[in-house]
């Protein structure tokens, strides 16, 4: 993988997980003062997910180019064959 196309995924991956970390933890407030939203957390502990994400892309981001230099899933391959 190139830098560019390794760069392009691990941003595809960070905003992935990041999305999915969002709803953990997330806890309503109990006593909604006049015009604030029922619905918004307490403390939204963005930056420990921020971290998390981070590390967790990372690991995925370097499993997919393990698999993409292993060759296993090769489109040169596929396209030679059909």
Not at 9 to 26: D, E, K, Q, R, S
């Amino acid at each position: 993988m190139g830098t560019v196309s390794g760069i392009v995924v691990y941003i595809l991956l960070w905003w992935w997980v990041f999305f999915m970390t969002l709803p953990f933890g997330v806890k309503r407030e109990e006593n909604v003062e006049q015009g604030h939203d029922i619905a918004a957390p307490q403390k939204t502990h963005l930056w420990k997910k921020v971290a998390a994400t981070t590390v967790i892309a990372l690991v995925l981001w370097y499993g997919v180019d393990l698999l993409i230099a292993s060759d296993v899933f090769s489109f040169r391959r596929m396209a030679q064959e059909y």
